[in-house]
Protein backbone atom coordinates (compact mmCIF):
# COMPACT_ATOMS: atom_id res chain seq x y z
CA UNK A 1 0.00 0.00 0.00
CA UNK A 2 1.42 3.32 -1.11
CA UNK A 3 0.89 6.61 0.05
CA UNK A 4 1.94 9.74 -0.74
CA UNK A 5 2.56 12.52 1.99
CA UNK A 6 2.55 16.08 1.19
CA UNK A 7 4.16 18.42 4.16
CA UNK A 8 3.85 22.09 4.71
CA UNK A 9 4.73 23.34 8.21
CA UNK A 10 3.12 25.87 9.65
CA UNK A 11 0.37 23.22 10.53
CA UNK A 12 2.93 21.76 13.57
CA UNK A 13 2.06 22.04 17.35
CA UNK A 14 3.72 25.01 18.79
CA UNK A 15 4.11 27.05 15.60
CA UNK A 16 2.85 30.43 15.30
CA UNK A 17 5.49 33.23 14.39
CA UNK A 18 6.85 33.45 10.32
CA UNK A 19 10.14 33.20 12.42
CA UNK A 20 9.72 29.85 13.47
CA UNK A 21 9.26 28.64 9.92
CA UNK A 22 11.73 30.52 8.11
CA UNK A 23 14.93 28.74 7.05
CA UNK A 24 17.35 31.61 7.54
CA UNK A 25 15.74 32.41 11.30
CA UNK A 26 17.56 31.58 14.05
CA UNK A 27 14.75 29.38 15.58
CA UNK A 28 13.92 27.59 12.60
CA UNK A 29 16.49 24.82 13.33
CA UNK A 30 14.29 23.20 16.24
CA UNK A 31 11.05 23.85 14.83
CA UNK A 32 11.67 21.92 11.55
CA UNK A 33 12.49 19.07 14.52
CA UNK A 34 9.06 18.97 15.47
CA UNK A 35 8.00 18.77 12.22
CA UNK A 36 9.73 16.20 10.97
CA UNK A 37 8.60 14.45 14.22
CA UNK A 38 5.31 14.73 13.19
CA UNK A 39 5.52 13.72 9.69
CA UNK A 40 7.30 10.70 11.14
CA UNK A 41 4.13 10.09 13.26
CA UNK A 42 2.26 9.95 10.17
CA UNK A 43 4.49 7.62 8.88
CA UNK A 44 4.46 4.97 11.69
CA UNK A 45 1.04 5.44 11.72
CA UNK A 46 0.33 4.13 8.35
CA UNK A 47 2.58 1.68 8.63
CA UNK A 48 1.08 0.61 11.79
CA UNK A 49 -2.04 0.12 9.75
CA UNK A 50 -0.45 -1.43 6.60
CA UNK A 51 1.18 1.27 4.51
CA UNK A 52 4.42 -0.16 2.94
CA UNK A 53 5.80 2.18 0.97
CA UNK A 54 5.90 6.47 1.18
CA UNK A 55 6.63 9.19 -0.85
CA UNK A 56 6.95 12.68 0.80
CA UNK A 57 7.32 15.99 -0.73
CA UNK A 58 8.57 18.41 1.33
CA UNK A 59 5.95 21.72 0.12
CA UNK A 60 7.17 24.26 2.77
CA UNK A 61 9.16 26.97 1.65
CA UNK A 62 12.03 26.23 -0.31
CA UNK A 63 11.00 22.58 0.40
CA UNK A 64 14.38 21.41 1.80
CA UNK A 65 13.15 21.11 5.74
CA UNK A 66 13.11 17.53 6.29
CA UNK A 67 15.98 15.19 6.95
CA UNK A 68 16.50 12.55 4.66
CA UNK A 69 18.17 10.21 6.87
CA UNK A 70 15.78 10.67 9.39
CA UNK A 71 12.61 10.19 7.45
CA UNK A 72 10.66 6.86 9.04
CA UNK A 73 9.88 4.13 6.46
CA UNK A 74 12.45 4.45 4.99
CA UNK A 75 10.78 6.81 2.64
CA UNK A 76 11.75 8.05 -0.62
CA UNK A 77 12.12 12.33 -0.37
CA UNK A 78 10.97 14.82 -3.33
CA UNK A 79 12.43 18.27 -2.22
CA UNK A 80 13.40 21.42 -4.00
CA UNK A 81 11.39 24.22 -5.07
CA UNK A 82 10.78 24.22 -9.11
CA UNK A 83 8.02 21.55 -9.05
CA UNK A 84 5.47 21.95 -11.76
CA UNK A 85 2.87 20.47 -9.70
CA UNK A 86 4.19 22.16 -6.12
CA UNK A 87 2.96 20.94 -3.04
CA UNK A 88 1.69 17.58 -5.71
CA UNK A 89 4.58 16.80 -7.37
CA UNK A 90 5.20 13.05 -7.74
CA UNK A 91 1.67 12.05 -6.92
CA UNK A 92 -0.25 9.32 -9.65
CA UNK A 93 -2.10 6.57 -9.49
CA UNK A 94 -0.03 3.90 -8.11
CA UNK A 95 -0.74 5.66 -4.55
CA UNK A 96 -3.59 4.44 -2.54
CA UNK A 97 -4.22 7.65 -0.61
CA UNK A 98 -2.67 10.94 0.31
CA UNK A 99 -1.65 12.64 3.49
CA UNK A 100 -1.35 16.70 4.16
CA UNK A 101 1.04 16.88 7.59
CA UNK A 102 1.13 20.22 9.06
CA UNK A 103 -1.21 22.09 6.98
CA UNK A 104 -2.50 25.28 7.76
CA UNK A 105 -5.80 27.08 6.96
CA UNK A 106 -6.55 29.64 4.04
CA UNK A 107 -6.32 33.55 3.91
CA UNK A 108 -9.72 34.10 4.87
CA UNK A 109 -10.04 31.16 7.15
CA UNK A 110 -10.43 32.76 10.70
CA UNK A 111 -9.16 32.37 13.04
CA UNK A 112 -6.52 30.13 11.63
CA UNK A 113 -2.64 30.54 12.91
CA UNK A 114 -0.20 31.94 9.76
CA UNK A 115 -3.15 31.63 7.76
CA UNK A 116 -2.46 32.33 3.94
CA UNK A 117 -3.52 30.86 0.24
CA UNK A 118 -0.01 29.66 -1.44
CA UNK A 119 0.80 33.75 -1.67
CA UNK A 120 0.14 36.00 1.08
CA UNK A 121 1.23 38.87 -0.61
CA UNK A 122 -0.75 38.49 -3.71
CA UNK A 123 -4.31 36.40 -2.64
CA UNK A 124 -7.06 37.17 -0.66
CA UNK A 125 -9.21 34.86 -0.82
CA UNK A 126 -9.38 31.66 -3.15
CA UNK A 127 -12.96 29.42 -3.51
CA UNK A 128 -13.56 25.89 -5.28
CA UNK A 129 -16.61 25.68 -6.83
CA UNK A 130 -17.92 28.71 -4.33
CA UNK A 131 -16.63 26.97 -1.25
CA UNK A 132 -13.62 28.88 0.34
CA UNK A 133 -10.16 26.73 -0.10
CA UNK A 134 -7.10 26.53 1.40
CA UNK A 135 -4.49 25.08 -0.02
CA UNK A 136 -5.84 21.80 1.04
CA UNK A 137 -8.76 21.94 -1.29
CA UNK A 138 -6.62 23.68 -4.04
CA UNK A 139 -4.10 20.29 -4.01
CA UNK A 140 -7.22 18.08 -3.60
CA UNK A 141 -7.75 19.14 -7.19
CA UNK A 142 -4.53 17.09 -8.08
CA UNK A 143 -5.76 13.61 -5.93
CA UNK A 144 -8.94 13.84 -7.95
CA UNK A 145 -7.35 14.01 -11.18
CA UNK A 146 -5.39 10.66 -10.20
CA UNK A 147 -8.40 9.06 -8.64
CA UNK A 148 -6.63 9.12 -5.02
CA UNK A 149 -8.42 9.95 -1.89
CA UNK A 150 -7.04 12.26 0.40
CA UNK A 151 -7.35 10.52 3.76
CA UNK A 152 -5.38 12.51 6.96
CA UNK A 153 -5.47 16.58 7.23
CA UNK A 154 -3.01 17.68 10.49
CA UNK A 155 -3.01 21.12 11.78
CA UNK A 156 -5.96 23.26 13.89
CA UNK A 157 -9.12 23.13 13.57
CA UNK A 158 -9.62 25.80 10.49
CA UNK A 159 -7.44 23.48 8.76
CA UNK A 160 -9.08 20.36 9.15
CA UNK A 161 -13.02 22.03 8.89
CA UNK A 162 -12.08 23.96 5.63
CA UNK A 163 -10.93 20.66 3.80
CA UNK A 164 -14.58 18.38 4.28
CA UNK A 165 -16.41 19.86 2.09
CA UNK A 166 -14.17 18.68 -0.60
CA UNK A 167 -12.91 15.28 1.45
CA UNK A 168 -15.85 14.47 3.19
CA UNK A 169 -14.77 11.55 5.93
CA UNK A 170 -11.32 12.70 6.07
CA UNK A 171 -9.39 11.54 8.76
CA UNK A 172 -8.29 14.94 10.85
CA UNK A 173 -5.76 15.38 13.78
CA UNK A 174 -6.18 18.54 15.47
CA UNK A 175 -2.91 19.36 17.19
CA UNK A 176 -3.26 23.24 18.25
CA UNK A 177 -6.53 25.19 18.41
CA UNK A 178 -6.19 28.98 16.61
CA UNK A 179 -6.34 31.81 18.58
CA UNK A 180 -5.29 34.08 16.07
CA UNK A 181 -3.17 34.09 13.14
CA UNK A 182 -0.29 34.58 15.34
CA UNK A 183 -1.26 32.74 18.43
CA UNK A 184 -2.85 29.28 19.51
CA UNK A 185 -2.61 26.98 22.01
CA UNK A 186 -0.70 23.61 20.89
CA UNK A 187 -0.68 20.46 22.31
CA UNK A 188 2.42 19.14 23.82
CA UNK A 189 4.75 18.01 21.11
CA UNK A 190 4.53 14.29 22.40
CA UNK A 191 1.10 14.56 22.20
CA UNK A 192 0.20 15.84 18.58
CA UNK A 193 2.75 12.90 17.56
CA UNK A 194 0.43 10.75 19.35
CA UNK A 195 -2.61 11.59 17.91
CA UNK A 196 -1.31 12.03 14.59
CA UNK A 197 -0.38 7.85 14.79
CA UNK A 198 -3.35 7.23 15.45
CA UNK A 199 -5.23 9.26 12.93
CA UNK A 200 -2.92 7.92 10.39
CA UNK A 201 -3.32 4.37 11.37
CA UNK A 202 -6.83 4.14 11.42
CA UNK A 203 -7.62 6.50 7.95
CA UNK A 204 -5.05 3.40 6.50
CA UNK A 205 -7.07 0.89 8.11
CA UNK A 206 -10.40 2.52 6.87
CA UNK A 207 -9.16 2.67 2.90
CA UNK A 208 -9.99 -0.51 1.24
CA UNK A 209 -13.39 -0.04 2.88
CA UNK A 210 -14.86 4.05 2.83
CA UNK A 211 -12.04 6.06 0.87
CA UNK A 212 -12.63 7.52 -2.55
CA UNK A 213 -11.41 10.36 -4.64
CA UNK A 214 -12.18 14.04 -3.70
CA UNK A 215 -15.75 14.97 -4.03
CA UNK A 216 -15.55 18.22 -6.29
CA UNK A 217 -17.60 18.88 -8.85
CA UNK A 218 -15.93 18.68 -12.55
CA UNK A 219 -15.89 21.29 -14.43
CA UNK A 220 -14.63 23.03 -11.75
CA UNK A 221 -14.14 26.60 -10.91
CA UNK A 222 -11.35 28.58 -8.62
CA UNK A 223 -12.12 32.10 -8.06
CA UNK A 224 -9.75 33.90 -6.95
CA UNK A 225 -9.31 37.01 -5.00
CA UNK A 226 -5.87 39.22 -5.73
CA UNK A 227 -4.91 41.90 -3.18
CA UNK A 228 -5.07 44.79 -5.99
CA UNK A 229 -5.94 45.80 -9.38
CA UNK A 230 -2.38 45.15 -11.19
CA UNK A 231 -2.14 41.36 -9.62
CA UNK A 232 -5.63 40.59 -11.19
CA UNK A 233 -4.39 41.95 -14.61
CA UNK A 234 -0.93 40.07 -14.26
CA UNK A 235 -3.53 36.92 -14.19
CA UNK A 236 -4.92 37.41 -17.08
CA UNK A 237 -2.18 37.08 -19.42
CA UNK A 238 -2.49 33.23 -18.72
CA UNK A 239 -4.78 31.36 -21.35
CA UNK A 240 -8.33 30.49 -19.46
CA UNK A 241 -7.88 32.99 -16.84
CA UNK A 242 -11.12 35.15 -16.83
CA UNK A 243 -11.26 38.46 -15.17
CA UNK A 244 -14.60 39.21 -13.00
CA UNK A 245 -13.69 42.73 -11.47
CA UNK A 246 -11.25 44.82 -10.40
CA UNK A 247 -9.43 42.15 -8.34
CA UNK A 248 -11.17 38.97 -9.08
CA UNK A 249 -9.90 36.17 -11.69
CA UNK A 250 -12.02 33.07 -12.47
CA UNK A 251 -10.43 29.86 -13.74
CA UNK A 252 -12.87 26.79 -14.93
CA UNK A 253 -11.39 23.20 -16.51
CA UNK A 254 -12.87 19.99 -16.57
CA UNK A 255 -9.13 18.52 -15.95
CA UNK A 256 -8.86 19.19 -12.62
CA UNK A 257 -4.91 18.67 -12.78
CA UNK A 258 -5.48 21.04 -15.50
CA UNK A 259 -6.79 23.76 -13.42
CA UNK A 260 -4.56 23.08 -10.63
CA UNK A 261 -1.33 24.04 -13.07
CA UNK A 262 -2.92 27.10 -14.13
CA UNK A 263 -3.50 28.10 -10.64
CA UNK A 264 0.30 27.56 -9.67
CA UNK A 265 1.15 29.48 -13.03
CA UNK A 266 -1.62 32.14 -11.30
CA UNK A 267 0.69 32.15 -8.46
CA UNK A 268 4.23 32.48 -9.42
CA UNK A 269 3.34 35.01 -12.33
CA UNK A 270 2.10 37.02 -9.52
CA UNK A 271 5.12 36.36 -6.99
CA UNK A 272 6.51 38.96 -8.94
CA UNK A 273 5.16 42.42 -8.37
CA UNK A 274 3.12 40.95 -5.11
CA UNK A 275 5.00 43.38 -3.08
Known amino acids: MKIFLSSDMEGTAGVVDWAQCRPAEPEYAYYRGLLQEEV ?10 GATEFLVNDAHSAMANLRPDALAGRSRYLSGRHKPLYMMQGLDASFDGVFFVSY ?20 SEVRLNGVIAGESGINALVALGHGVPVVLITGDETTAAEIEPFCPGIRSAVVKSSVS ?21 EAVRALPQTAAPPRIALPA ?6 RNPDLAEMATWITGVERLDAVTVRLTDEDPIRLYRRFVTVVVLTRGIAE
Not at 188 to 195: D, S, V
Not at 221 to 226: G, N
Open 40 to 49: NAAIKGARAG
Open 104 to 123: HGSMSGAPATLSHTYNPRAI
Open 181 to 201: RFAADSLHPLTARERIHEAAY
Open 221 to 226: TLTVRL
